[in-house]
Protein backbone atom coordinates (compact mmCIF):
# COMPACT_ATOMS: atom_id res chain seq x y z
CA UNK A 1 0.00 0.00 0.00
CA UNK A 2 1.38 3.45 -1.41
CA UNK A 3 1.96 5.83 1.45
CA UNK A 4 1.09 9.41 1.83
CA UNK A 5 3.10 11.49 -0.64
CA UNK A 6 4.16 15.11 -0.46
CA UNK A 7 5.80 17.67 -3.12
CA UNK A 8 8.35 19.38 -2.94
CA UNK A 9 10.40 17.78 -0.02
CA UNK A 10 12.34 21.30 0.31
CA UNK A 11 11.52 24.46 -1.37
CA UNK A 12 13.38 27.89 0.02
CA UNK A 13 11.70 31.39 -0.85
CA UNK A 14 11.68 34.52 0.34
CA UNK A 15 9.70 36.83 2.39
CA UNK A 16 6.16 37.99 1.09
CA UNK A 17 6.57 35.45 -1.97
CA UNK A 18 4.27 32.66 -2.25
CA UNK A 19 4.41 29.05 -1.85
CA UNK A 20 2.00 26.05 -2.92
CA UNK A 21 2.83 22.12 -0.75
CA UNK A 22 0.64 19.19 -2.31
CA UNK A 23 -0.41 16.22 -0.61
CA UNK A 24 -1.91 12.84 -1.74
CA UNK A 25 -3.07 10.74 0.57
CA UNK A 26 -3.17 6.72 1.06
CA UNK A 27 -6.19 5.62 -1.25
CA UNK A 28 -9.38 5.38 0.96
CA UNK A 29 -8.69 7.45 3.37
CA UNK A 30 -11.22 10.06 3.96
CA UNK A 31 -9.83 12.23 6.32
CA UNK A 32 -6.57 14.30 5.39
CA UNK A 33 -4.75 16.51 8.03
CA UNK A 34 -2.20 19.34 7.12
CA UNK A 35 -0.05 20.08 10.24
CA UNK A 36 2.62 22.42 10.79
CA UNK A 37 6.08 21.67 12.88
CA UNK A 38 8.02 24.50 14.00
CA UNK A 39 11.87 23.16 15.06
CA UNK A 40 11.42 21.77 18.33
CA UNK A 41 8.02 21.37 18.42
CA UNK A 42 5.25 18.85 18.43
CA UNK A 43 2.93 19.25 15.43
CA UNK A 44 0.68 21.69 15.60
CA UNK A 45 -2.88 21.26 13.11
CA UNK A 46 -3.93 23.69 10.71
CA UNK A 47 -6.41 22.49 8.91
CA UNK A 48 -8.26 19.01 9.08
CA UNK A 49 -10.58 17.92 5.88
CA UNK A 50 -13.25 15.00 5.85
CA UNK A 51 -13.51 14.44 1.56
CA UNK A 52 -13.56 17.80 0.53
CA UNK A 53 -15.50 19.54 3.13
CA UNK A 54 -13.50 21.36 5.95
CA UNK A 55 -13.67 19.97 9.83
CA UNK A 56 -11.26 22.53 11.57
CA UNK A 57 -9.33 25.46 10.28
CA UNK A 58 -9.56 27.15 13.78
CA UNK A 59 -5.37 27.39 13.96
CA UNK A 60 -5.33 28.26 10.33
CA UNK A 61 -3.60 31.77 9.58
CA UNK A 62 -6.55 32.64 6.65
CA UNK A 63 -5.04 36.26 6.01
CA UNK A 64 -1.74 33.98 4.53
CA UNK A 65 -2.78 30.45 4.51
CA UNK A 66 -5.26 28.37 2.54
CA UNK A 67 -5.87 24.64 1.88
CA UNK A 68 -8.39 22.97 -0.43
CA UNK A 69 -9.36 19.35 -1.41
CA UNK A 70 -11.44 19.50 -4.25
CA UNK A 71 -12.52 15.80 -5.03
CA UNK A 72 -11.84 14.93 -2.02
CA UNK A 73 -8.12 12.97 -2.57
CA UNK A 74 -5.86 15.61 -3.01
CA UNK A 75 -4.98 18.28 -1.37
CA UNK A 76 -3.22 21.94 -1.70
CA UNK A 77 -2.04 24.27 1.04
CA UNK A 78 -0.65 27.74 0.07
CA UNK A 79 0.92 30.50 2.11
CA UNK A 80 0.67 34.12 0.27
CA UNK A 81 2.65 36.14 1.70
CA UNK A 82 5.19 34.07 3.39
CA UNK A 83 6.84 35.55 6.39
CA UNK A 84 10.11 34.06 8.19
CA UNK A 85 7.98 32.41 11.27
CA UNK A 86 6.76 30.15 8.62
CA UNK A 87 9.81 28.60 8.05
CA UNK A 88 8.44 24.99 9.31
CA UNK A 89 8.03 21.41 8.17
CA UNK A 90 4.49 20.67 6.48
CA UNK A 91 3.22 17.80 7.34
CA UNK A 92 0.30 16.12 5.28
CA UNK A 93 -1.42 12.72 7.05
CA UNK A 94 -4.28 10.98 6.28
CA UNK A 95 -6.53 8.55 8.11
CA UNK A 96 -9.82 6.04 7.43
CA UNK A 97 -11.78 8.14 9.71
CA UNK A 98 -10.92 11.26 12.10
CA UNK A 99 -10.88 8.74 15.20
CA UNK A 100 -8.25 6.29 13.62
CA UNK A 101 -4.57 5.97 13.66
CA UNK A 102 -2.90 9.17 11.15
CA UNK A 103 -0.36 8.36 8.84
CA UNK A 104 2.08 10.87 7.55
CA UNK A 105 3.88 11.84 4.90
CA UNK A 106 7.35 12.64 4.87
CA UNK A 107 6.60 16.31 4.94
CA UNK A 108 7.74 19.58 3.30
CA UNK A 109 10.80 21.61 4.62
CA UNK A 110 10.11 25.31 4.15
CA UNK A 111 13.04 28.01 4.48
CA UNK A 112 11.84 31.83 4.06
CA UNK A 113 14.21 34.05 4.20
CA UNK B 1 -0.68 26.60 27.05
CA UNK B 2 0.74 23.18 26.74
CA UNK B 3 -1.82 20.35 26.94
CA UNK B 4 1.55 17.63 26.58
CA UNK B 5 4.23 17.80 28.05
CA UNK B 6 7.78 16.40 27.35
CA UNK B 7 10.21 17.46 29.53
CA UNK B 8 13.14 15.51 28.39
CA UNK B 9 14.52 17.24 24.88
CA UNK B 10 16.88 14.23 24.45
CA UNK B 11 17.66 10.84 26.44
CA UNK B 12 20.84 8.25 25.92
CA UNK B 13 20.61 4.93 26.77
CA UNK B 14 23.16 2.04 26.18
CA UNK B 15 21.85 -0.77 23.85
CA UNK B 16 20.28 -3.43 25.33
CA UNK B 17 18.92 -1.48 27.97
CA UNK B 18 15.78 -0.25 28.95
CA UNK B 19 14.55 2.71 27.68
CA UNK B 20 11.76 4.82 29.40
CA UNK B 21 10.04 8.18 27.74
CA UNK B 22 8.13 10.04 29.86
CA UNK B 23 4.93 12.68 29.29
CA UNK B 24 2.50 14.62 31.14
CA UNK B 25 -0.92 16.34 30.42
CA UNK B 26 -2.72 18.84 32.01
CA UNK B 27 -6.23 17.97 30.18
CA UNK B 28 -8.38 15.63 32.61
CA UNK B 29 -10.39 15.10 29.18
CA UNK B 30 -7.92 13.45 27.10
CA UNK B 31 -8.83 10.01 27.21
CA UNK B 32 -6.89 8.06 23.93
CA UNK B 33 -2.96 8.58 24.21
CA UNK B 34 -0.82 7.84 21.20
CA UNK B 35 2.93 7.52 20.67
CA UNK B 36 5.05 8.13 17.28
CA UNK B 37 8.15 8.03 16.34
CA UNK B 38 10.11 10.34 13.47
CA UNK B 39 13.27 9.46 11.75
CA UNK B 40 15.20 12.63 10.18
CA UNK B 41 13.17 13.57 6.95
CA UNK B 42 10.62 11.66 7.69
CA UNK B 43 7.01 11.67 8.56
CA UNK B 44 6.18 10.30 12.63
CA UNK B 45 4.99 6.62 12.28
CA UNK B 46 2.10 5.56 14.54
CA UNK B 47 4.23 2.91 17.58
CA UNK B 48 1.62 2.21 19.85
CA UNK B 49 -1.48 3.38 21.58
CA UNK B 50 -3.49 3.48 24.97
CA UNK B 51 -7.03 4.27 25.99
CA UNK B 52 -7.67 6.23 29.04
CA UNK B 53 -9.61 2.45 30.41
CA UNK B 54 -6.71 0.70 30.21
CA UNK B 55 -3.51 1.22 32.42
CA UNK B 56 -1.10 -0.80 30.32
CA UNK B 57 -0.66 -1.65 26.33
CA UNK B 58 2.29 -3.93 25.52
CA UNK B 59 3.19 -4.52 21.95
CA UNK B 60 6.32 -6.55 21.57
CA UNK B 61 9.04 -4.27 22.84
CA UNK B 62 7.10 -1.32 23.70
CA UNK B 63 5.14 -0.71 26.69
CA UNK B 64 2.83 1.83 27.23
CA UNK B 65 1.68 2.68 30.76
CA UNK B 66 -1.11 5.61 31.74
CA UNK B 67 -1.31 7.07 35.04
CA UNK B 68 -4.81 9.04 35.10
CA UNK B 69 -4.88 10.39 38.29
CA UNK B 70 -1.20 12.26 37.88
CA UNK B 71 -1.66 12.55 34.27
CA UNK B 72 1.52 10.92 32.89
CA UNK B 73 1.92 7.98 30.74
CA UNK B 74 5.46 6.73 29.83
CA UNK B 75 6.62 4.38 27.00
CA UNK B 76 9.14 1.59 27.67
CA UNK B 77 11.76 -0.23 24.96
CA UNK B 78 13.34 -3.91 26.19
CA UNK B 79 15.53 -4.09 24.89
CA UNK B 80 17.09 -1.05 23.37
CA UNK B 81 18.15 -1.23 20.16
CA UNK B 82 20.63 1.21 17.54
CA UNK B 83 17.24 1.45 14.86
CA UNK B 84 15.04 2.59 18.04
CA UNK B 85 17.31 5.86 17.99
CA UNK B 86 14.75 8.52 17.02
CA UNK B 87 12.68 11.63 18.21
CA UNK B 88 9.33 9.98 19.92
CA UNK B 89 6.42 12.37 20.41
CA UNK B 90 3.47 12.06 22.67
CA UNK B 91 -0.06 12.80 21.44
CA UNK B 92 -3.43 12.78 23.17
CA UNK B 93 -7.06 13.29 22.11
CA UNK B 94 -10.77 13.21 23.64
CA UNK B 95 -13.51 12.35 22.12
CA UNK B 96 -15.12 15.23 21.26
CA UNK B 97 -12.99 16.12 18.08
CA UNK B 98 -10.33 13.50 18.09
CA UNK B 99 -7.92 15.75 17.29
CA UNK B 100 -4.50 15.08 18.55
CA UNK B 101 -2.26 17.41 20.84
CA UNK B 102 1.23 17.01 20.45
CA UNK B 103 4.67 16.88 22.94
CA UNK B 104 7.58 18.31 21.74
CA UNK B 105 9.51 15.31 21.41
CA UNK B 106 12.31 13.46 23.08
CA UNK B 107 15.49 12.11 21.14
CA UNK B 108 16.20 8.69 22.36
CA UNK B 109 19.69 8.09 21.52
CA UNK B 110 20.73 4.59 21.92
CA UNK B 111 24.18 3.97 22.47
CA UNK B 112 26.79 0.67 21.46
Known amino acids: EAGVAQSPRYKIIEKRQSVAFWCNPI?????LYWYQQILGQGPKLLIQ????????DSQLPKDRFSAERLKGVDSTLKIQPAKLEDSAVYLCASSYGESETQYFGPGTRLLVL | DQQVKQNSPSLSVQEGRISILNCDYTNSMFDYFLWYKKYPAEGPTFLISISSIKDKNEDGRFTVFLNKSAKHLSLHIVPSQPGDSAVYFCAASDDSNYQLIWGAGTKLIIKP
Open chain 1, 27 to 31: SGHAT
Open chain 1, 49 to 56: FQNNGVVD
